[in-house]
């Protein structure tokens, strides 16, 4: 096909599945596309197009179409600009008192996300169906599509800077060993040698008002990280800002991919998204544990709430969605997630099944769906204020994945 013609196959895709998007009134499940073929999964990294998934400019394109379409109910803005100079966008819809926040493609290879906001923005701000202004009164929705648009553009997990550009930023930092997350080798297939970046969600920290200090680099995974990045400040900066227009940020989610062959363990079948709350290791909550602060602001139970709720939409939709591998003892505060969820905002991670390099386009419109009818029944959930009422304790019944002991997680 031509340029051309590509480029414009994303926007027409995206109305057929509009409809589909309205919750409750959703189609039946047999709208869903194909189930994933049992046999054919690999994680071998594959030179597969990535055309299908929204690029960075016709997402700019789609932003603005949803605004000028939706009359003012979607408020675009630029919230900050990624280390190469590229605008990180917020679309905000509702004027309701309950806050939900999401990003998509922190790790820029992890991309079906980006779509489902979008549609989710479409729909909310140009619907007037009596489900889409309820959620406009009740909700403040706010999207940060690609909010790493240099490694999205690049089609790999980590941004684009180098210790060099962080030590011009951070002088305090000159002739420290680079952060731990630094990525300056050859990872996940793809080389950073020539341009170095970092793992974006290892870069938080929960004291939003932190500042770099020497001894804190380089750090470990069991340590918050340092808003060393332009885009985990932009990040920092939007949140903050919510919160002081709204007193809180009730909910999180971080849109990710996962490894292309997890299977669900209840009937072993290749799975479509995983949900899971924070991990944090409770013993440090305790009294005298590196937590102890943050013990009565950890929000916990609403992060399980939420994800039971993401699990449940999905579910209903004929989707395959499951609970993603989390160890007691896991414990990675510079997640974004877990950062949040420390002060207090209730935070999901969804891993949809497959990076773009292994995955490819072939299951993209169903993961999106899947992601779009999680987030949809959150949205809802919040809203009715039924989430509140869901048993946090069932989260650990929900069918798991096989691999639940694995270590390289790519959250
Ligand atoms: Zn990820």
Known sequence: MTPTTRRVLPLLLAPLALGLTAPAAMASPSSVPAAPPAAECSDEPRDLPTWKFIDYGEMRRELAHIERISHGRVDVEVAGKSNRGRSIFTATVGTGDKVLLVTSEIHGN??????????????????????????????????????????AELDRRGNDISWAEIERDFPQLAGR???????????????????????????????????????????????????LNPETQTLRDVYKDLRARHGAVDAYVDLHHQGACVREDAQGRLLDVAVDYPPLPDVFFEPGGKYAQYRDTYAKDLSKQLAISAFRGM?????????????????????????????????????????????????????????TEGLLSMLNDLSTGAVFDIDPDTFETLPGTIEEDADDHTD
């Open 177 to 227: 060993p680079p952060a731990w997350n630094y990525l300056n080798g050859v990872q996940q297939g793809d080389d950073y040698r020539q341009r170095p970046g970092f793992d974006l969600n290892r870069d938080f920290n929960p004291n939003l008002d932190y500042v770099p200090r020497p001894e804190d680099v380089p750090g470990t995974s069991a340590e918050p990280g340092w808003f």
């Open 110 to 151: 992890e991309k079906t996300g980006t779509t489902a906001l979008l549609r989710i923005l479409k729909w909310l701000g140009t619907s007037g169906s009596p489900e889409a202004k309820r959620l406009r009164r009740t909700i403040t929705f706010v999207a940060v599509p690609k909010i790493n648009p240099d490694g």
């Open 315 to 371: 579910d209903a939709r004929g989707f395959i969605p499951a609970r993603y591998p989390h160890a007691p003892t896991r414990d990675i505060p510079g997640q974004v997630r877990c950062s949040l969820a420390m002060i207090g905002t209730g935070t999901v991670l969804f891993e949809v099944r497959g990076q773009t390099q292994t995955m490819g386009h072939e299951l993209a419109e169903r993961f999106t769906r899947a992601v």
